[in-house]
Every structure is written in structure tokens, then in C-alpha cells.
């Protein structure tokens, strides 16, 4: 079946339990009124936009940090980071992180928000193609 997203839309055809009764089971889904009652109560503000990043070739044990502009957030929010697929997987499949890959977000001042794209160990050098993250900000 179809059910609503936290914030009233819904998501792709999903199957499993729908209840509030086991949220640690298998498979298991609960409804947007258990969702908001029990998760989300305490959110008094949630902000949401995307943005068209292109970093750069980031060497061994190093960063890079591109902003993102999302009116309203302030230091103190909770930043929930959508990453695009990286690299160019063949027949439309799903590409995953080069090994070593790391990328956070966090509010980095008012109506910022920094994604930081770095490389641990081995495997710099990459340069990720330009890709459309998506972050999510919370305040409680």
C-alpha cells in the first residue's frame, strides 16, 4: 500500500506492518499519527531545500565545504543530509561512495548550511561529478 509521509505526502508503494505496536520488527512501518505523536512532537520547525553542490578533488585526509543557503536555521538545529548517487554507474544502477568518502552537513550560521565532502585514508582524488543535495533541518 501507499502511506503519508511525516510532513503529508506519501511514499513509494511499501509493504510490512503498519502499527505502533513493534517498531524494532522486520519490515515493519508505522502510520503518519504514530509518527507525529511519537517522533516528532517535539519538532517545532522543519526546513527543507536542495541545491546543485560541484566539489572539488579532495586529496588524502582532506576536506572541501561548499554552503547552502536555508532560510531560517540557526545554530543548535539538527541537519538531516540527502546524498546523491556518486560516480557514473552503468545501465542507470545505483553508484556508491568511493572508499573513504565521508559527507556531513551541519548548520555553520545563520541560514547556512555547510556540506563538508572529505576523504579518510586512501582513495583521494576523486572528484565527484556536480549532484543535487537535499538537506532537512529540525529544531526541537
Not at 21 to 36: E, G, R, S
Not at 71 to 98: E, H, K, R, W
Request: glycine fraction near 14%; charge should be negative.
Amino acid at each position: 500500500g501507499t502511506l503519508a509521509g511525516p510532513l503529508g505526502g506519501t511514499t513509494a508503494s511499501c509493504s510490512g506492518t503498519v502499527s505502533g505496536a513493534d517498531p524494532t520488527a522486520a519490515a515493519h512501518f508505522v502510520t503518519k499519527q504514530y509518527a507525529d505523536a511519537t517522533y516528532l512532537q517535539s519538532v517545532t520547525q522543519i526546513t527543507a531545500t536542495t541545491a546543485v553542490l560541484n566539489f572539488p578533488s579532495v586529496s588524502n585526509n582532506s576536506t572541501a565545504d561548499l554552503t547552502m543557503d536555508v532560510a531560517g536555521v540557526q545554530a543548535g538545529d539538527t541537519v538531516a543530509l540527502g546524498i546523491p548517487p556518486f560516480g557514473d554507474p552503468p545501465n542507470g544502477s545505483v553508484a556508491v561512495m568511493p572508499t573513504g568518502a565521508l559527507v556531513v552537513a551541519f548548520v555553520s550560521g545563520p541560514g547556512k548550511v555547510t556540506v563538508r565532502y572529505g576523504i579518510i585514508g586512501s582513495g583521494g582524488g576523486y572528484d565527484p561529478p556536480a549532484a543535487t543535495f537535499r538537506v532537512t533541518v529540525f529544531r526541537y
